[in-house]
């Protein structure tokens, strides 16, 4: 089957976690769908309008985690992490179900996602995979805080920097081709927050099923957890794992250079946007192998992840 087609997983596949904000247990099947039909969110807790569809224009809260929501108020939460496993696996199209209103925080980064839905498979369609293509420079500007995007001829490239006053974080800077590079950094990168913090999390009634377990805690020069960090720059490929998951959003595989500096969940949803504000900013390509933009057809060898 044509690496340029439609992917969903092979079987279904079942878990249970831990609502990170609201603590509440949750259960989740992801299940195989059709060509076309996306990745589905589906609230089995609810017997009616409990589709929810995870596209940028319904992130109704980008505060900590990114929250979609419904017509109706139905909400699913957290949502970014499993979102990037779907877009660095590359699945298009799955539905998921689950009983909750938060998805599970497992061990805070996308590792165990990853790991189950790799333990199924996946399944190839003869439908062609489309992409968004950006063609102009778009930027969002807060502070200091920065994002922009730029186009790119065949992949996918984010470079991010976080800048902390704690003296252990510091600053971090990282860049991926999400494409080409290997992504296990990235996906095993955990959340993290300072020890300072908790205690205001709790305040607003966030964080309650947040432990050592599933986020790095740092307090002053010391990370709280005995195993420590998973690779050097973890916090900010943490950051980088969200802004995958937050990118996924545009509902197909994104073609562009990213660059953002201090941002967040809130930062990336304004800069999707923007940029479909203005129909002039991007492309959408049905790949097809008689259709492939030129840079695609002299780069074959670039897209063994993209489709």
């Given amino acids: 089957m044509s690496i340029l087609t439609q992917s969903t997983i092979a079987n279904k596949v079942s878990f249970s976690g831990v609502g990170v904000h609201t603590g509440n247990k949750v259960n989740i099947n992801i299940l195989p769908s059709a060509p076309n039909s996306g990745i589905i969110f589906k609230r089995i807790d609810l017997k009616h309008n409990n589709i929810v569809v995870p596209n940028f224009e319904n992130v109704s809260e980008a505060t900590l985690c990114t929250t979609i929501s419904n017509d109706f108020g139905v909400k699913v939460s957290t949502i970014e992490h499993l979102m990037a496993a779907f877009l660095g696996l590359g699945i298009d199209n799955a ?14 980064s996308a590792k165990d996602f990853v790991k189950i839905l790799r333990s199924t498979g996946l399944k190839s369609s003869d439908v062609p995979i489309k992409l968004i293509k950006i063609n102009n420079n778009v930027e969002v500007e807060e502070g200091n805080k920065f994002i922009s995007i730029e186009k790119s001829n065949t992949t996918l490239e984010i470079e991010f920097e976080i800048n902390y006053e704690n003296q252990l974080i510091k600053n971090q800077k990282n860049k991926i081709n999400v494409f080409e590079d290997k992504l296990d950094d990235v996906f095993n990168s955990r959340t993290f927050c300072l020890f300072e913090d908790i205690e205001k ?29 998973r690779n050097k ?41 923007k940029i479909f504000s203005n129909n002039k900013n991007y492309s959408l390509l049905e790949i097809k192998g008689k259709n492939l933009p030129h840079s695609l057809i002299n780069n074959r060898h670039n897209l063994k992840s993209i489709a």
């Fill in 201 to 229: 999390l709790k305040k607003l009634g966030l964080g309650k099923g947040g432990s050592l377990e599933n986020a790095i805690v740092v307090k002053d020069d010391k990370i709280l957890n005995k195993e420590g960090l």
């Fill in 233 to 273: 720059n973890e916090f900010v490929n943490h950051k980088i794992l969200d802004c995958i998951g937050d990118l996924y959003l545009v509902g197909y595989r994104l073609i562009g250079s990213l660059k953002c500096r201090h941002g967040g969940h809130n930062l990336t949803n304004k800069l999707l946007r």
């Fill in 95 to 108: 539905v998921v179900e689950i009983d909750s209103q938060e998805i599970p925080i497992l061990d805070g």
